[in-house]
């Protein structure tokens, strides 16, 4: 076999073969003659079939299957013996030949980048320190109290947090839309739940009493055809409650599911919680920031184009998916490549890199972590079974399992070889969080219609 490499342009190759007739025509004649000890046809004798007749017969069959496996076995011979490592499945061209005359072909494709990972000997990350106090213990366990609010009836106008129980029926220029109405609905003012201007509107209002609530649409809502315009609501209110919290006792831990040792057992299974959450998240800063330093002290890779299109293709069918679920638009949108571009861009430096620490490293797949790995996504689902059962039978889901675990194994080969920092911060600093009244939060109502926005 005779191969040249010509550069087409970037990290495109273009593999020019030449293959002697005379290593084909030796595995089609083997080939030939093993199926003339099998080839069974009418008017001779089984295994006395002559050469000649099981060749006329199968012998365009047979070069075409050898043909095609000394394409792809000289292609892979060609690659390693180049040193190149393809991006992609090549695009194999024939090219025309006289019978009897060498095989040649040519194969381009895209290769992917000699690289040399910079910045690994004075990477330095900050490793947040964490001490799980009282307080923090007591903030959870208020807003479970929270979750489990209860509501009583009152005859006072209505205030901030409390919950109105509502009729509505929305008109745009006199006509109805989507959406436009409901019945007992049930909003917690400052909840969210409805648009913000819609539930303050709601504040000041008695049991019996209605009123019009005019509301403009944001130019980017799902519906288009509400999009923009300006609706009234025609708002009657059925009932206003005030929220009531459950006293902090062994009955309330009851209600949170603690058959025995009360509230005491309560605070413990919180604190496992709260200590399980800190890990987690203490983790996923110190990997995020191996991530993103990596790409920093390696941000002029050439990338293969070919691998970067196919994350755009993953992205944004993501993206579509997504936006399916929120929108009620019934075309779908159209997503250019420039708002997935740097995005694709990132997973691809990041899976070059990562293929290459590993690669240099000998770094294997950890079965063990792969089986924790997936035992913990079963255990957060309703039917664990199943889904372990589904991952089993599915190779493109356990796939992105592994790669999932093997680049946990990188950032923990990188943090080894890392200078950590310490950093002392607080539970609420660690998780992002606002503290105080700022961080009340309450049950999501879940009934009735909303208005859109």
Do not use: C
Not at 28 to 34: D, G, H, P, Y
Not at 287 to 308: R, T, Y
Not at 375 to 404: I, N
């Amino acid at each position: 076999m005779q191969v040249s490499v010509e550069t087409i342009q970037g990290l495109e190759r273009r593999l020019r073969f030449q293959v002697s007739s005379e290593r084909i025509n030796k595995e089609v004649k083997s080939r030939l003659t093993t199926l003339k000890s099998k080839v069974r046809l009418d008017g001779f004798r089984p295994g006395k079939v002559p050469y000649k007749v099981v060749e006329k017969r199968y012998g365009a069959e047979v070069r075409d299957e050898v043909v095609t496996e000394v394409l792809r076995a000289t292609y892979v011979e060609a690659m390693e013996q180049e040193g190149l490592r393809p991006a992609g499945a090549p695009d194999i061209q024939p090219l025309p030949t006289q019978e009897g005359e060498d095989l040649e072909y040519t194969a381009t494709v895209e290769v992917l980048p000699q690289i040399e990972i910079k910045g690994l000997d004075e990477l330095e990350v900050e490793r947040p320190v964490v001490e799980i106090v009282d307080a923090d213990l007591d903030q959870v366990v208020e807003q479970l109290r929270r979750q489990k609010v209860d509501y009583a009836t009152v005859e006072r106008p209505s205030a901030e947090n409390d919950r109105v129980i509502i009729d509505f029926v929305g008109q745009i220029d006199d006509a109805g839309f989507k959406g436009d109405r409901g019945k007992d609905v049930k909003v917690r003012i400052g909840s969210g739940q409805m648009p913000a201007e819609f539930e303050q509107a709601l504040i000041g209002l008695r049991a019996g009493e209605v009123k019009d609530i005019e509301y403009t649409f944001p130019e980017g809502a799902p519906d288009q055809w509400v999009a923009g315009k300006t609706a009234i609501f025609h708002v009657t209110v059925n009932g206003v409650e005030e929220p009531q919290l459950p006293a902090l006792d062994d009955e309330f831990a009851k209600r949170m599911g603690i058959e025995e040792g009360g509230l005491e057992r309560l605070r413990d299974q919180v604190r496992e919680s709260v200590e399980y959450e800190r890990d987690r998240t203490v983790r996923t800063r110190l990997k995020q920031q191996v991530l993103d330093k990596l790409l920093a002290n390696n941000d002029a890779l050439e990338l293969p184009q070919s691998l970067v299109n196919a994350e755009l293709k993953v992205l944004r069918e993501r993206a579509l998916r997504q936006m399916q679920q929120l929108s009620r638009a019934a075309q779908e949108p159209d997503i250019p490549d420039s708002v997935l571009d740097q995005g694709a861009r990132r997973r691809v430096t990041l899976y070059l890199l990562i293929n290459e620490i590993v690669r240099n490293n000998d770094l294997r797949l950890d079965e063990k972590r792969l089986q924790e790995a997936l035992h913990e996504l079963a255990a957060g689902h309703d039917r664990p079974q199943e889904l372990l059962q589904y991952y089993m039978e599915h190779r493109q889901l356990m796939e992105g399992l592994e790669l999932a675990v093997i680049e946990d194994q990188v950032v923990d080969w990188v943090l080894e070889r890392a200078n950590i920092l310490d950093q002392a911060m607080n539970f609420e600093e660690l998780m992002g969080v606002k503290s105080g009244a700022d961080a009340q939060s309450g049950e999501s109502e879940g009934e009735g219609n909303e208005v859109s926005a």
